[in-house]
């Protein structure tokens, strides 16, 4: 189902009409009360006026996260704190926290592009729907909770943590709509399994996950599992919370709600911005912010922008499923490598759990990667000489796809620590 149709399935010239009004009232707004953005623009030499449309964003100076740090925690609000009705923070993956706030229309709009999230998910006002993100500070729980709401369904703000319980909940209450991170969602599978509950029972037919990254073949691990359809959505923190992109019914890549928030894909080294089908850094103008309107932010997450048409009638451009994001990529003797490339080949070749840590040391000036993936209980009586096969295999696909050696350790049954949340996919020994 659209959600809303008026600005999902916009001609992409009225599309960009709008995009450009925004913009210009962004930029007027940042310049009248913002004064980091103030002091940036006069640096390039920039005045609101030089802004005549969407086509001289690229004027603009970039954000980064380091500039959020530096202004902790308020310095970039461009509205009052008496405008300011709620504060959120950023889950704190990569250092300190960044801390966002939101007007009273900010929460509103953030409503409206979870509603249209859960809607392309396959929720309806009759759905029931999970809630399984964390709340709290971290905007997973909140956001979900908010669009469900919008949407009309009805909501059950389990928020994260207590497998069992969340089990006997999904079961109880009838849930057909699960909102949680993927790796939770294939957690709470095995849980299931382990403790003998029959799928049968459940009402389950939709998962609407995101906030980390999720290989294609992971995607299709859990949809196997639990039997339902799955799709990705995308979100920030700094951005308004997850809400930005998401997949539709035909889960290729995820719409990007335009009318809020502008992509583009830079090269990370040269800040040049890419043409549409490359891949590279993904950057965010949001248009209609208030609190803490970003201009072009750089988000560090790697994807490419499609804008072949989707079937399903949305005209907003797709971004594709994010390879990783920056921080994560663990460079192997110049070979860049992402957990998700490796998630892939794992899941593909199908001898093991879905379960797996990348592991990086540095030996001399060297940097090695250990991969630790874990076997099934049935294969804990296979013989060493068939688990070292295995191993060899594995290691030999990954020299092959990817370019890089690494020592691979098949590890027991459960002995990967399982996340709410974000999964920990990267253990990195460089800078201990
Ligand atoms: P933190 O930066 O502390 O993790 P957030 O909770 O705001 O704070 O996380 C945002 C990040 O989560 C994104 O920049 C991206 O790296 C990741 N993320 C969110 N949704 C997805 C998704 N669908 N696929 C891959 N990564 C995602
Ligand atoms: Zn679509």
Redesign the pocket.
Same mark, same amino acid.
Request: charge should be positive; hydrophobic fraction near 25%; include cysteine.
């Given at each position: 189902m659209i959600y809303d149709p008026k600005h999902e399935c916009m001609p992409r010239e009225e599309l960009r009409k709008l995009q450009s009004e925004r913009l210009i009232q962004t930029v007027r707004r940042i310049y009248d009360h913002v004064p980091m953005y103030r002091e940036k623009m006069q640096e390039a030499g920039l005045t609101p006026e030089d802004i005549h449309s969407i086509d001289d964003l690229h004027k603009l100076p970039f954000t980064n996260?380091q500039d959020l740090r530096d202004h902790y925690p308020y310095g970039l609000f461009a509205a009052p704190m008496s405008d300011i009705v709620r504060l959120q923070a950023?889950? +704190?993956?990569?250092g300190k926290?960044?801390v966002v706030g939101y007007t009273a229309k900010d929460i509103d709009t953030w409503s409206e592009v979870m509603a249209r999230t859960m809607a392309a998910g396959g929720a309806t006002r009759d759905s029931i729907v999970h809630v399984a993100y964390g709340y709290g500070l971290?905007?997973?729980g909140m956001g979900a909770h908010y669009g469900a709401e919008r949407l009309g369904a009805t909501v059950v703000p389990v928020s994260a943590g207590n497998t069992q319980r969340q089990l006997m909940l999904l079961q109880d209450f009838g849930a057909d709509v699960l909102a949680c991170t993927p790796s939770y969602a294939l957690h709470l599978a095995e849980s299931m399994e382990d403790a003998g509950m029959d799928r049968s029972k459940f009402k389950l037919k939709y998962g609407v996950?995101?906030?980390?990254?999720?290989s294609e073949a992971m995607r299709k691990e859990i949809e196997r599992r639990w039997q339902i359809r799955v799709t990705?959505?995308?979100?920030?923190?700094?951005l308004t +919370?997850?809400g930005v992109?998401s997949e539709c019914e035909h889960q290729t890549g995820?719409h990007v709600f335009e009318d809020h928030f502008f992509p583009e894909i830079i090269d990370p080294e040269t800040l040049e911005p890419l043409p549409d089908g490359e891949q590279g850094e993904l950057v965010f103008t949001t248009l209609s912010k208030e609190g803490i309107p970003l201009i072009r932010y750089r988000?560090?997450?790697i994807t490419t922008i499609l804008d072949d048409p989707c079937p399903c009638g949305r005209t907003l451009r797709r971004i594709k499923?994010?390879l990783?994001?920056s921080d994560d990529m663990v460079i192997i003797r110049g070979v860049n490598v992402f957990p998700s490339q490796i998630e892939t080949l794992l899941l593909e070749m199908g001898d093991v759990e879905p379960h797996y840590l990348l592991v990086v040391n540095r030996e001399g000036a060297l940097d090695t990667l250990e991969v630790r993936v874990e076997i099934s209980e049935v294969m804990l009586t296979d013989e060493v000489r068939h688990l070292e096969e295995i191993e060899q295999k594995i290691k030999a696909q990954i020299a092959s796809r990817l370019g890089v050696s690494a020592k691979v350790k098949l590890v027991e049954p459960k002995t990967i620590p399982r996340s709410e949340g974000?999964a920990k996919r990267v253990q990195d020994n460089r800078t201990l």
């Open positions: 996260k950023s889950s +704190g993956t990569t926290l960044t971290f905007t997973g996950f995101g906030a980390e990254p999720c990705d959505i995308y979100g920030m923190c700094e +919370g997850p992109a995820m988000t560090r997450d499923k994010i990783g994001r974000k």
